[in-house]
């Protein structure tokens, strides 16, 4: 499989290119970032320097970079792995046009095990209907984003069970919780990778989930496996929970 990485200058696109080149079958197509400066042969400054065969696009680049990457993955009918965050309804809108004509695989977070606890923090809302629920994220102090995409998927996800949820971020100000609410609160404090805790309290007991991120090649090594899923499916909008249903992960 070969791999188009997008965003291969920063620090997630560093890890994909160690992750692929220790994998057996996985080699790097050509890497694309807006600061390559020529010192790496691999590495080209846009999508449309990008000459080369590959079987799939991994973007770990930014939102900004969606109507390129779009168009470029419809052109050549390459599958894409979208694992940035933070889309405007528009980019959004060119995703689902482009999964028209190619599978594209969306996530705000590319581990399993995130997947898991949002699947979890779903079930858990729906069997405890009148519990609170909070979301606390905590990253390192150069995340540009809050609350976090891999919080806002979690939210979304338990959102599922409590459709009249509305969400409450960054509390602040007067007034009582309401009916419903989910809290998220973002903390952004030193060299933190990512944490995710949620919890639900209904007066009488309380359930806490959480997950803990120890390496950034764990994020690299879930958008590789994703890569392998999404070349076997048809065009469509596929995501962590639909590759772990379908290859029963």
Same mark, same amino acid.
């Given at each position: 499989?070969?791999?188009?990485? !997008?965003?291969? !200058? ?15 079958? #996985? ?5 694309v970032d ?17 000459? !080369? ?10 939102? /900004? ?10 052109? =050549? ?18 995703? =689902? ?9 969306? &996530? /705000? ?8 606890? /949002? ?14 629920? %909070? ?15 891999t919080a ?24 009582? +919780?309401?009916k419903d609410?989910?809290?998220? &609160?973002?903390? +952004? ?15 009488? %007991? ?6 803990? /991120?120890?390496? +950034? ?7 590789? #496996? ?15 929970? &639909?590759?772990? %249903?379908?290859? %029963?992960?």
């Amino acid at each position: 499989m070969n791999v188009i990485l !997008c965003g291969a !200058c920063g620090k997630m696109g560093a890890e994909v290119i160690k992750q692929i080149e220790i994998t057996d079958g #996985v080699a790097l197509a050509k890497g694309v970032d807006v600061s390559a400066d020529g010192s790496d042969a691999r590495i080209v400054g846009s999508l449309s320097g990008c000459k !080369c065969d590959a079987d799939v696009i991994v973007d770990f680049s930014h939102h /900004a970079a969606t109507k390129a990457l779009a168009e470029y993955a419809v052109e =050549r009918k390459l599958p894409l792995v979208i694992a940035t965050t933070g889309q405007t309804e528009e980019e959004l809108a060119m995703i =689902r046009e482009a999964t028209k004509f190619v599978p594209v695989f969306l &996530s /705000a977070n590319m581990s399993v095990g995130v997947a898991i606890l /949002a699947d979890f923090a779903r079930r858990a809302a729906a069997l405890m209907p009148d519990a609170d629920i %909070e979301i606390v994220e905590t990253h390192h102090n150069q995340k540009l984003d809050a609350p976090s995409g891999t919080a806002l998927m979690i939210a979304a996800e338990i959102k599922k069970s409590r459709p009249a949820a509305k969400y409450n971020v960054g509390r602040s100000g007067h007034g009582k +919780r309401e009916k419903d609410e989910i809290g998220i &609160s973002s903390i +952004r404090i030193g060299n933190v990778i990512g944490e995710h805790e949620v919890v639900l309290d209904n007066g009488s %007991e309380a359930i806490t989930l959480s997950h803990s /991120a120890h390496s +950034r090649a764990l994020f690299a090594r879930g958008a590789l #496996v994703a890569a392998k899923f999404i070349v076997k499916q048809p065009a469509g909008l596929y995501d962590m929970y &639909s590759m772990i %249903e379908k290859s %029963e992960v």
